[in-house]
């Protein structure tokens, strides 16, 4: 599903933020990335998405070799990763129903697939009812969920989150985490980077540490195990 093969990072400030990583993540995981700032987990997931080009080694992506992709291919890579941020990105100008459907949109879906699929995904992240609000009338958590769900409506075999819990306090974090677990066991490969050392703990799935570009530990049930 995902598999780094010798993948080397450098850039032109002199910075090695990957260094010789090997690491293949198979299809319905659930990973975190974790390790201390300047680890190498931006990069990673940058990696992932095409974001930045490795400087040596291979990533593969869904049975496909992203490290040559053309430019022009990116974006269908990028249809088979959703990816959730910290600070939500929501369009504020657009209902949470018309933030959802954008994505959609994007790819050419019809519109009766799109009146079919939005409340259904908005019942799965927990926002029935919440279809005619604006970002600004919902609080972080359900401004999350509704990132939650623009990411997965075109139902990508991967999601990327990327510190989807940093803006929420314990409450509401562990309240996005079940719905990342859900998503997870109806078979998204679900890979997340993540300071959250409680989360980690108690989810007990796979983790992966970097250091200094590095894989410092790769455990199948695992724990934190920084001290920040």
């Known amino acids: 599903m995902i598999e780094f093969q010798n993948v080397s990072k450098k850039y032109d400030n002199g910075v090695q933020a990957l260094d010789r990583v090997n690491v293949k993540i198979d299809k319905g995981e659930f990973v975190f990335i974790v390790g201390p700032s300047g680890a190498g987990k931006s990069t990673f997931i940058k990696a992932v998405l095409k974001e930045v080009n490795v400087t040596t080694g291979n990533v593969v992506v869904d049975d496909m070799d992203i490290t040559k992709l053309h430019r022009r291919r990116v974006p269908y890579l990028r ?30 879906t ?23 609000f604006y970002p600004n009338q919902l609080s972080g958590g359900e401004q999350q969920r509704v990132s939650i769900a623009r990411s997965i409506i075109n139902n990508p075999p991967i999601l990327i989150a990327d510190e ?34 409680e989360i980690v703990d108690i989810m007990k799935k796979r983790v992966i540490a970097l250091e200094n570009g590095q894989i410092a530990r790769d455990d199948k049930v695992g724990v934190y195990g920084y001290d920040d």
């Open 164 to 197: 989807p819990t940093g803006n929420l306090d314990p409450d509401t974090s562990w309240e996005i985490m079940k719905v990342l677990r859900t998503i997870n066991r109806r078979g998204t490969t679900i890979l997340m980077a993540t300071h959250d050392r």
């Open 110 to 132: 019809p519109h009766r697939n799109i009146r079919k699929q939005v409340p259904m995904i908005l019942a799965l992240v927990g926002l029935t009812g919440k279809g005619n």
């Open 79 to 108: 249809r088979k990763v959703g990816v959730v941020f910290q600070d939500f990105r929501l369009l504020p100008n657009k209902t949470v129903y018309e933030n959802i459907a954008f994505a959609m949109e994007i790819t050419g």
